[in-house]
């Protein structure tokens, strides 16, 4: 027999600890679901990328597109103005959906562009929207230009015009 130690049996403790941290990762798993299936039923479905988004909005207006009746041909010309209508939807649709399926990424850039522009104008808005109701009770202050000094200081006369 040869002279080495035996090799130390693996503690009770070591299996607990992966476990542990398998119940953890577990859990925290679990609740993710659970917390993602309550916010599906409180908000519905998360909206697609934009090209999905896109996609389902052409959908949207080509079923009713297709579906108007036209009041303003008249009866007889009703068949066939629906037949004309539903063809160039179909047409419409087969011009955009390749170019949606192969630039998805364009369209997801372009809503955040379209994002941040709205923020920047939201926050011009609301800054101008400030300037105004902050107005001051002296109407001297609130002089159009001012470099103006107002009535009264300078030698021409005044004209009142009504």
Do not use: C
């Not at 179909?90 to 170019?99: D, G, L, Y």
Request: no cysteine.
């Amino acid at each position: 027999m040869s002279e080495e130690p035996p090799a130390p049996d693996p503690s009770p403790e070591e299996p607990a600890k992966a476990t542990d941290a398998d119940a953890w990762a577990t859990a925290a798993a679990e609740d993710l679901a659970a917390e993602q299936a309550r916010r599906r039923a409180e908000h519905g479905p998360p909206p697609g990328s934009a090209a999905e988004e896109l996609k389902k909005l052409v959908d949207t207006v080509a079923d009713k597109l297709a579906g108007l009746q036209s009041p303003l041909l008249g009866g007889l010309a009703g068949p066939a103005a629906q037949q004309v209508v539903r063809q160039v939807v179909q047409q419409a649709k087969a011009a955009v959906e390749p170019v949606i399926d192969r630039n998805p990424d364009v369209f997801d850039h372009l809503a955040a562009a379209g994002g941040e522009l709205l923020a920047a104008y939201r926050s011009a808005v609301q800054a101008q929207e400030r300037r105004w109701t902050a107005g001051t009770a002296d109407p001297a202050r609130d002089r159009k230009d001012p470099r103006d000094p107002g009535e009264g200081t300078g030698p021409g006369e005044r004209i009142d015009l009504d």
